[in-house]
């Protein structure tokens, strides 16, 4: 059976409660709820992982290449913009992934503009909000997403 | 009726004939035909455009904004990293719009990486290939698209 | 008789529909009315245009050149701050001219702060409205006006 | 009665004398002569300053958003691309102002290409000699000047 | 007797005229009031000093060098991102000295970012509003205070 | 009763070790002993957290935040420099908070000059030594206190 | 029959015209003239073409490439500086091509120094005058061209 | 008995998997055999430790400072070009200590040519793969091995 | 008679007092004392000015100008670094001047590396202490002094 | 008889040696042969030099225009980038002269995108290979060579 | 027998005398000494070139290439930071190489960050002192060392 | 007997050819003669050295630093902007050294405004042609002379 691991990386537990006007007002859960419902019906295991630390978000992107799962969805928050060893962990994994932004990052503080870890995604969705997660949940479904790197 | 306008920028027009390993060997025909029988069933118009010329591309906008359609895809190709003039067309258009890119940007040269453009759409797919425009199409007809700007 | 040419450069078609908060809900038409009665009486021949591409611009200027006209009035849009072209065709003309700007440049984004334009000008009028193209009209009809370059 | 206050910053009294194949032969009391001519038959009183000293001229501006005048013309002069406690007292004066420049400041050196002023007031003319402070003074008389910021 | 001497740079005379939504309402007097009424009862004696010229506040530095104060809170407005000759002044003095902004200068303009004069004073105190002076007034008269430099 | 939460970040934990040369001998439990001294008496219950992991800290502000505490002093260390992640933790926690540094930090290496948390707190004290968390929670107890953001 | 494509862009039709000074007094039509009498005598076809219009020498180029000529000639104007779409159409055509620029562009404004399309042609010629053009068309036709890119 | 505690950063937990074509096939164990037989014999206690933490590193070497280790060998990875509190560790814990990289850090993407913990270490070995570890190694068993900082 | 005037800017009239690591124990005093020996039995008139206003300085150059001064020597201060004000001044005086600095501006901060004045200045001698301004009063009585721009 | 100088800078004496995936395979014997087999016939007298160091190749550039030589084809290597000295030496030398690069410099390193020297030359002829030099003598021999500067 | 080239670039000569608070007191002799001493019953030919000119240095790394010796050990002194034409000569060259650095670089100017030549090597040492020359000596005996480039 | 060197670097030998606009009529040969009148029946040896070679400067200030001599004068011509080998050369001299240029580099392109060597130097003296040889030579025999560094 298909296995799609979502890591959703820093404050994106306060989901609902941290500047609405930005992120919106549902909820984390809310956002695994639709995609639980979206994959409904089909063979698939969605593994919901997220934490504020840079470190365990490398260790379970290191699990997830072990485990040789389908593919990955991650969000990786402040940390796209910083963290080099997030883009080492996801070019080391050898795993078809999407990175995903609820908000578009182009209308946002120019130290949101660069993405350190894009480079080691198949692709980037910035700016359609849950709806991206779902959006990239098909492209890893679909036959045309590619091992990253 | 709903109307999607599908706009490809600069040098799309020789998708399939011009550097076939970034861009693939299918066809903008090809992609017009993937998008029809996507909406297909659907009370969807789509209207497609390609221009290597930024004048003709801004007159479209603005005939698109004056039509009030429901929504646009816009893949403004080099466009995207140099032209304000497109920028203040979308912006000004006050229509949903996504931007779309078929490689992923943040692997490419580095004078791709900025885009002008994106502030002025709902948000960015880039490096899903063709499924990024399905993506976009299916943002558009769901619930949560938003005016531009 | 003297002649004035008036160039408006790309999405200014759009004055009175696009963001009136910082364009002012007037029309172009509004802006030759304007001109053509501040002329009044006085032996001026007015020559609007208006094309959101720049080829056609250069083009204009260029037959401007060649007519020999007394002077020219542009507001060359986003192209003041990304088109050498433009600046080019401008410098090659040789003929005496104001650019202007509607809002004032120094009060928005910083990409636009920067007027390839302007320095093949015999100087710029930013942030005055419409009331800026009546002082250039009048400033290329005072003694003072120079060739630019 | 209305009043203008037309403010001349750092070296504009060496006017007619220094550097005249930038700034012409005529001087400041020529400039005063003329401004009063074009004004004259109006109810307008007209203020004159002139200072090398940034402090003196805050104070000025300061006094004159207390007298609450109806506008101001500066010349910010080589102030324009240093002072940010400029900005700072025409922010605060909460007037309208038009910033005026002799020369056309683009073709000049790199360092005067920055104005921190103009983002102060509600535009700038520059380049048109004598001229720009003509049109600046109808512009604050035209029913369109805005109080600045 | 100790003696401290607090400097408020230019424009700070227009405080709760300008801007009151960055600065607030009260006034220069009510600062002094305030610090006034804190010092109350101890052996202290206060110098306000305000001006909008940079060579006046050098001197009235140089002259609390001389007269050997026991400490200068300094907020040296707009001359805190331009003036190296005030760092110079206060790097000069020897005196132990706090840097003090009403505003949070990190939430401001990028070109407020840059203090010259904080690497002449111990610290700096940003955003707290008045009680940053009387956090500052008690910091001099603590054992810690150091001479700056 | 008011809760005020104490942040210490990396290697604040080894202070009276570390460099004594520039941040004094005393220890982070002679810190606590003094701010417990100084509230004594009152009604207000002193939280102190120390970690060297970015992603704790985030942690801690998020439970402050949900706790609804009074407001929170943070010396964010080396992170004030480096983390989006803690400002969007910070902006998102919506409590009033002071940043503080021992050291002056415009006298130290040019990487520290930059800090992406002082713009989601009231403002920053730095150089202060100790004496800058003492100011902290004064002014977080009086009433001008805002929320940050 | 061999074919070489001679691409002129913006502003060269005003060649003769236009600041003499750079450019010299000669036409286009004398560089046609040129270059058929260079090329007499031998089995080519040559094919000028010049507009001011990006998207018009898009599409040339497009041309160019699915007619499979021999080489190009291609003088981009100010495009070489600005324009990335320019640089995609040379490089999906996938033809020998030579960058000529009449004045030596090193001696020239920094903003001409940066050539986005040069890098996708086999070489570039630069301040020879018309002479460029004539020793690019003799590389072509030699055994050493190679297919750009 | 001397001492020497080696860590290694982020995502070298994964040596031997990730990348090989730049690492190499050997693994982390591979490394930590070769130093033990290097050292055999010897007198020297060999301290391995990985942690993808940036905590976790700071924790360990505050400790190996407590115990006042002989030395340290560091492989901080990306840690390397992003961690300030990683170099204010090193500085702070007065070790001596040598930075090693497997690859040659001048070869690859620009973002890692800045180290910004080199500066808190003896010096660096960059590009010599595992025998980079016992060269460090040596280097810190003979004399002239200095305190960092 | 022949006449010299010295101009020394901000904070030199504390020489002697101010950072005498950097700039000595001498005072202004004894500066103008061993000028004077050394101008001892010719017939030059010696003007010395200091002042630690820009407005002040900029006020004593146009006097020189006016009186026609046979040369000027200046040392701006930190004004240097910032007034471009003082540029203009200098450049619109017309007259020789030397510019001079006390210690060598290469040693020191980065900020003090650029110098605004020089470039309206025949040249400039840093580093030499009081024989700088000695060796400029021999250079503006040789014969080889120019009328500085 | 008309004399013309080849300069060949450093490591082309490795040419054919030397990464010949960018270079080719053949020596700088074989240039020498090539070009002397052009000029055959004509009264020319070739001058090859080549030499590693700056100072030498400075040496014979000042040599040849003692010489009063017809003209000088240079390919400065790696000096191009970095050589000022040698920008001095032929903007003094005061003879036509054209720069010539084996490979498209614009397709390779950024370092190798600036050329100091080329703004002394008439003009450059860059990614050609040998042909380059062929063309540079046709153009020294044809009546266009200016002067350089 | 194998031979391995230690070449010492600028300054290296003085080894010794200048600086010794960064370079110590040991000579280039004493250097030769330790090495030969390390190499010592090992069929190795040492061969030791010191020069201050960039020419002969590139001259040596050619002349060793033609020799096809087993490996290069070079310090570039302050060449490291400035000279292409030593990076070329080096990837030229083909041979394994170790560039050794006796101070930490990173602990300097910042213009000895930068390195031309390390990328054309295997590895760089830096910070060891003449121990990286006996690292480097035993790295390129090991079995280990690449071909550089 | 004191011995003062006069060092002249590139393009120097060439002084009264080359540029004469910018440097003058006069060679080096009339330098070397107006200072040695100059010295004149003062027990001090003049040694005149002029190189374009780096390398052999670098050598010539060993020899002077072996030679213990009183002084230097250099003028490094483009090697000031270039030279980090020649800085470290002049630092490790430890010799009283003053860096003379004939120009103001000021005035001049902004590639010459950067110095190297003048941080190695007591002071600079820049565009008061040959005086400044002069003065440099005065200051040297002076007792204010330091040993440089």
Redesign the interface.
């Known amino acids: 059976m298909k296995e799609i691991v979502i890591i959703n990386?820093?404050?994106l537990?306060?989901l609902g409660?941290?500047?609405p006007e930005i992120y919106g007002s549902e909820t984390l859960d809310d956002l695994e709820k639709q995609l639980r419902d979206h994959a409904n019906g089909r063979e698939i295991e969605l593994d919901f992982f997220q934490?504020?630390?840079?470190?365990?978000i490398?260790?379970r992107i290191?699990e997830a290449?072990d485990q040789g799962v389908s593919g990955m969805i991650i969000n990786p928050?402040?940390?796209t913009?910083?963290?080099?060893?997030l883009?080492?962990?996801l070019?080391?994994?050898g795993l078809p992934c999407?990175e995903v932004h609820l908000s578009?990052i182009?209308?946002r503080e120019s130290?949101?503009?660069?993405?350190?870890t894009?480079?080691a995604?198949?692709?980037?969705?910035?700016?359609?909000?849950?709806?991206?997660y779902i959006?990239a949940f098909?492209?890893l479904l679909?036959g045309?997403a590619r091992r990253s790197?």
């Open positions: 990386g820093p404050n537990n306060r409660k941290r500047e934490s504020n630390s840079e470190g365990e490398i260790d290191a290449s928050g402040a940390f913009h910083t963290s080099i060893a883009y080492d962990a070019a080391g994994a999407v578009n182009y209308r130290f949101r503009q660069k993405s350190f894009a480079a995604c198949d692709g980037v969705i910035s700016g359609l909000g849950f709806y991206g959006a098909d492209y679909s045309s790197r």
